[in-house]
């Protein structure tokens, strides 16, 4: 009854109005179909290995809508999986308003992305993530939130499912064993064919070009060739050739390792499989971290980088390490360890640039930098400041307990010598020279190594001051002051011989040598003065030179002796002069 009722009421409403009612209709319907978008996990199922990664791509299916943004947050089970690596090669995106983030605590991934010109093809990559299987289980990765921001001037949130997924975990001991058939060929068939490769030679390594050449030689009676590229070790082949080749060219390879399998055919049957190893990797890494190993210490001088670097395909172990403006060397991480050791370094700041390759020799660089610091200079605790040739010194000092010392010497104006002395349990150390040291001023600086290797700075400079001794001071200044007295001795030895001189002549030349008498006594007195004036001028020359103002007793008593020399000396030359004088006055009477 009540379908009646509203059937009679539609019937009433006017033809016009129903049609506008049915295009609204319509119209809306069509803005919900179109503007359908959704987010999901590709793959969104898959059995998986304890302990193994897999890798989910996150995708928005447009719908045929255009968009230009997309935002979510992905929830896992940390007890269950675990977050390996989240990058965006591959995205349709090139707008970030932040890197994809990702917590293996909080089992949490967050992603926010645009494309400004907007993009409408059916499917887009979004970004990859890579897990690692924790435990075994059903393992959930689900959409706590999203949008999808259509490219209408809006931002109109056309987000209308989101679709996580479910993967499976099983025990590395339960794990399905693939079943190997080896396809077993009848007799007088032909053997294997032998495959060579001019592109990829060698089954073992990767290869970078995705193009591969491959060539066999066909033997006697072969009628036909069967081929098959795919991702198994053991597959049979069925792609057949009836016209026999000897060569293919297979491009485009996928990334990763497939197998080319090849077989004969003679009258008796199709012969034993080939199955050829191509392995192809043709991106380069797509990122690379270096840090400081964990526990490092920057005082130690060798140091060990951690290099973390995603390949999603080949593994990373060969790389080239160039440290500051050194040659660069190369590294092979044998032991998958992801660490690099480098050679002992000085203390300073220093740079180092890793070029890191895959097995296919695609690479990527990275920089890193650091300080090592030196620890602190040694000291010196004990040392003289002046001593004398005849003296050995010994110089005492502090610094790290059991290193190697190197002590700098160097006499001012010289080279520098070094030695080489050890610290014991307590840090303090002992120098003593091979030898005494010379007159003059010594410079010594000292710098440690410890038993780890680190380097100190360069000590403080302490200075040395090397004299004669006392005694040889002393004689220095006595041969100074007789190089004054011995010129006036002979002096005085020259006037009395030449005053008997006079005197041998005084017959022959009274006259004269009465003359020469009075000259010689008036040059007596001014020399024997001139004497006397010199011996007090370096009698005050030496007094000045002492610290004390005053002479020793010897150097007193040698000066008295010296003048009263001189006195006497004068008074005899003197006498004599004048008894010659009167004795040449006498005869002259």
């Known amino acids: 009854m009540i379908f009646i009722k509203k059937h009679r009421l539609i019937g009433q409403i006017h033809p016009f109005f129903l049609a506008i009612l049915i295009g609204v209709t319509f119209f809306f319907l069509s803005i919900s179909i179109t503007e359908a978008a959704s987010?999901?996990?590709?793959?969104?199922?898959?059995?998986?290995?304890?302990?193994?990664?897999?890798?989910?791509?996150v995708q928005v299916n447009t719908g045929g809508q255009a968009i230009n943004a997309a935002e979510g947050t992905l929830s896992f089970n940390p007890r269950e999986l675990s977050v390996v690596s989240v990058n965006r090669t591959g995205s349709i995106f090139n707008l970030w308003v932040a890197e994809p983030t990702f917590s293996n605590s909080a089992g949490t991934i967050n992603f926010s992305g645009g494309l400004p010109s907007g993009y409408s093809s059916a499917v887009g990559n979004i970004m990859n993530i890579t897990f690692r299987a924790a435990g075994a289980g059903t393992a959930r990765v689900s959409f706590t939130n999203g949008s999808v921001l259509a490219n209408d001037g809006r931002?109109?949130?056309?987000?209308?499912?989101?679709?996580?997924?479910?993967?499976?975990?099983?025990?590395?001991s339960e794990a399905p064993k693939a079943e190997v058939i080896e396809y077993v060929a009848p007799a007088n068939t032909p053997a294997a064919p032998i495959v060579n490769s001019k592109t990829h030679g060698d089954q073992k390594a990767w290869y970078k070009s995705k193009e591969a050449i491959l060539s066999w030689t066909l033997p006697s009676g072969v009628t036909a060739v069967r081929t098959l590229l795919d991702e198994s070790l053991t597959t049979v082949p069925t792609k057949v050739y009836e016209n026999p080749i000897s060569t293919i060219t297979?491009?485009?390879?996928p990334d990763g390792e497939s197998?080319?399998?090849?077989?004969?055919?003679?009258?008796?049957?199709?012969?034993?499989?080939?199955?050829?190893?191509?392995?192809?990797?043709?991106?380069?890494?797509?990122?690379?971290?270096?840090?400081?190993?964990?526990?490092?210490?920057?005082?130690n001088p060798n140091q060990i980088l951690s290099v973390k670097v995603e390949d999603e395909t080949s593994e990373v172990k060969r790389y080239k390490v160039k440290?500051?403006?050194?040659?660069?060397?190369?590294?092979?991480?044998?032991?998958?360890?992801?660490t690099i050791p480098l050679p002992a370094l000085n203390p300073g700041y220093h740079n180092a640039f890793i070029e890191a390759f895959d097995e296919a020799g695609n690479s990527i660089t990275g920089a890193f930098s650091f300080t090592i610091e030196a620890f602190s200079k040694p000291i010196f605790t004990d040392y003289p400041s002046e001593i004398n040739e005849e003296v050995i010194p010994v110089i005492k000092g502090l610094t790290r307990p059991n290193a190697k010392i190197e002590v700098f010497v160097r006499r001012v104006g010289s080279e520098p010598n070094s030695y080489n002395i050890s610290s014991n349990d307590a840090g303090e150390f002992v120098f003593i020279p091979e030898g005494t040291f010379q007159t003059g001023?010594?410079?010594?600086?000292?710098?440690?190594?410890?038993?780890?290797?680190?380097?100190?700075?360069?000590?403080?400079?302490?200075?040395?001051?090397?004299?004669?001794?006392?005694?040889?001071?002393?004689?220095?200044?006595?041969?100074?002051?007789?190089?004054?007295?011995?010129?006036?001795?002979?002096?005085?030895?020259?006037?009395?011989?030449?005053?008997?001189?006079?005197i041998a002549y005084l017959g022959r030349f009274?006259?004269?040598?009465?003359?020469?008498?009075?000259?010689?006594?008036?040059?007596?007195?001014?020399?024997?003065?001139?004497?006397?004036?010199?011996?007090?001028?370096?009698?005050?020359?030496?007094?000045?030179?002492?610290?004390?103002?005053?002479?020793?007793?010897?150097?007193?008593?040698?000066?008295?002796?010296?003048?009263?020399?001189?006195?006497?000396?004068?008074?005899?030359?003197?006498?004599?002069?004048?008894?010659?004088?009167?004795?040449?006055?006498?005869?002259s009477n």
């Open 39 to 57: 987010l999901s996990l590709s793959p969104n199922t898959g059995v998986y290995s304890t302990n193994g990664t897999f890798s989910v791509k």
């Open 323 to 338: 440290l500051d403006t050194d040659e660069p060397f190369e590294y092979i991480d044998e032991t998958g360890s992801s």
């Open 259 to 299: 197998y080319f399998h090849v077989q004969f055919k003679n009258a008796d049957g199709w012969g034993k499989v080939t199955h050829y190893r191509l392995a192809v990797d043709s991106e380069r890494p797509t990122s690379i971290e270096i840090s400081q190993a964990s526990g490092y210490d920057l005082g």
């Open 441 to 502: 001023v010594y410079e010594l600086s000292a710098q440690a190594t410890d038993e780890y290797g680190a380097l100190s700075d360069v000590s403080e400079v302490i200075k040395i001051a090397v004299q004669q001794p006392g005694y040889l001071r002393v004689g220095s200044m006595i041969v100074d002051a007789l190089s004054v007295v011995i010129p006036l001795i002979v002096l005085v030895l020259f006037l009395i011989v030449g005053t008997w001189y006079l």
């Open 250 to 253: 297979l491009s485009d390879l």
């Open 155 to 172: 931002g109109t949130n056309v987000l209308t499912a989101m679709n996580g997924g479910t993967y499976t975990i099983q025990a590395q």
């Open 510 to 587: 009274r006259r004269r040598v009465r003359v020469e008498s009075f000259e010689a006594l008036e040059i007596l007195h001014r020399e024997f003065s001139s004497l006397q004036k010199t011996l007090r001028d370096q009698e005050l020359v030496m007094i000045e030179s002492r610290k004390t103002k005053k002479l020793t007793k010897a150097e007193s008593d040698m000066i008295g002796v010296l003048d009263n020399a001189l006195l006497a000396a004068q008074s005899k030359v003197e006498k004599e002069i004048e008894d010659v004088t009167e004795l040449t006055r006498k005869n």
